[in-house]
């Protein structure tokens, strides 16, 4: 498995990006995909997570309203569409992956998922 994320970049308040991760492998039998992030000196939180054979996701209060997860499977891609962004939204965002099936309340845990991306920068600022 390997997950390549992409479209970090430096954006001002209020502005949107949209964040990819290109994933390989069997993805067939992924049992969900996630996007976490880590701010400086901050531990990595999960921002938004979807079982992939069913409609379960997860997202964190933080960015609930303004970001949305999707997952494109022909193109085997996973987006972070993140609107309304907030100098608080700085960090490195890395997408994850796991062929298991993570119950709701474990789909923003680290420990969930055993495959990471490299992680994209996101600056916001003015």
């Known amino acids: 498995v390997q997950l390549q994320a992409s479209g970090g970049g430096l954006v001002q308040p209020g502005g949107s990006l949209r964040l990819s991760c290109a994933a390989s492998?069997?993805?067939?039998?992924?049992?969900?995909i996630a996007w976490f992030r880590q701010a400086p000196g901050k531990e990595r939180e999960g921002v938004s997570s979807?079982?992939?054979?069913?409609?379960?996701?997860s997202t964190a209060d933080s960015v609930q309203g303004r970001f949305t997860m999707s997952w494109d499977k022909a193109k085997n891609t996973a987006y972070l569409q993140m609107n309304n962004l907030k100098t608080a939204d700085t960090a490195v965002y890395y997408c994850?992956?796991?062929?298991?099936?993570?119950?709701?309340?474990?789909?923003?845990?680290?420990?969930?998922?055993?495959?990471w991306g490299q992680g994209t920068l996101v600056t916001v600022s003015s």
């Open positions: 994850a992956a796991t062929y298991s099936r993570p119950i709701v309340s474990a789909l923003l845990g680290k420990s969930s998922y055993s495959y």
């Open positions: 492998g069997a993805t067939q039998r992924y049992g969900a």
């Open positions: 979807m079982r992939i054979r069913d409609p379960a996701s």
